[in-house]
Each structure stands twice: as structure tokens, then as C-alpha cells.
């Protein structure tokens, strides 16, 4: 059984930053890839940020300089650090773990590359 669990959303201003926090448990963590995903009003979820167990990491253009995707595999925790907030990155912020090993070709497959996703956190951003 996989879990995951993300803490760390809320409400900031255009601008600000959050980090948000994702403890991993189950049989799956170490070796295989982890992601972030979002889902905005009305859209469908994607995956913005994708890291493999030595850290290589993939970002979608839109968040590409503002966000970063790290992990601690030594305590299962993957991290996203969200700075310059603006207001079209809000959304429900999802923990995603993959089954896979890293290569590029799961990043190409964007959402569809994850097996599990947590429960997700309330990213808002208004002034």
C-alpha cells in the first residue's frame, strides 16, 4: 500500500512563496521517480515537476525558474518549493508516485506516468 500525504498549501499573494511537503510510506519511494501535479478550476490535472531517485528533474515551461522539486530519500519526503507565485498556479497541488524508474520518456508521458497520487493540498493565490 502506497501513501502519500501533502501538507503545506494555503492562501498568498501574487508574489509570495509556500513549500509544499510530501511524506511518501509504503513499498515504493527510494527508487523510483516522484512528481507534482495540479488541477485547476475547470481544467484537467497535470504533472509540473517530475525528479528521479538521484535528483535529475523535469518541469512544465509554465513554472520552469519559479518552481523546484526535491526530495529526501533518506526520511521519504519529496518537496515542492513554489516562489513568485501567480495567480494562475492556483489549484489542488498533488503528490504523485510512479511504480517507474526515471528516463525521459515518463516525463513525456506526462499525468499518465503516475501510479498514485495523494490526496492533494489548496494552493490559492489572490491579492
Known amino acids: 500500500q502506497v501513501q502519500l500525504v501533502e501538507l503545506g498549501g494555503g492562501s498568498v499573494q501574487p508574489g509570495g512563496s509556500l513549500r509544499l511537503s510530501c511524506a511518501a510510506s509504503g513499498s515504493i519511494f527510494r527508487g523510483n521517480a516522484m512528481g507534482w501535479g495540479r488541477q485547476a478550476p475547470g481544467k484537467e490535472r497535470e504533472l509540473v515537476a517530475l525528479?528521479?531517485?538521484?535528483?535529475?528533474?523535469n518541469y512544465v515551461d509554465s513554472v520552469k525558474g519559479r518552481f523546484t522539486i526535491s526530495r529526501d530519500n533518506a526520511n521519504n519526503m519529496v518537496y515542492l518549493q513554489i516562489d513568485r507565485l501567480e495567480q494562475g498556479d492556483t489549484a489542488v497541488y498533488y503528490c504523485?508516485?510512479?511504480?517507474?524508474?526515471?528516463?525521459?520518456?515518463?516525463?513525456?508521458?506526462?499525468?499518465?506516468?503516475?501510479?498514485?497520487w495523494g490526496k492533494g493540498t489548496q494552493v490559492t493565490v489572490s491579492s
Open positions: 525528479i528521479s531517485s538521484g535528483g535529475r528533474t
Open positions: 504523485a508516485a510512479t511504480r517507474q524508474f526515471y528516463d525521459q520518456t515518463l516525463w513525456s508521458r506526462g499525468r499518465d506516468a503516475m501510479d498514485y
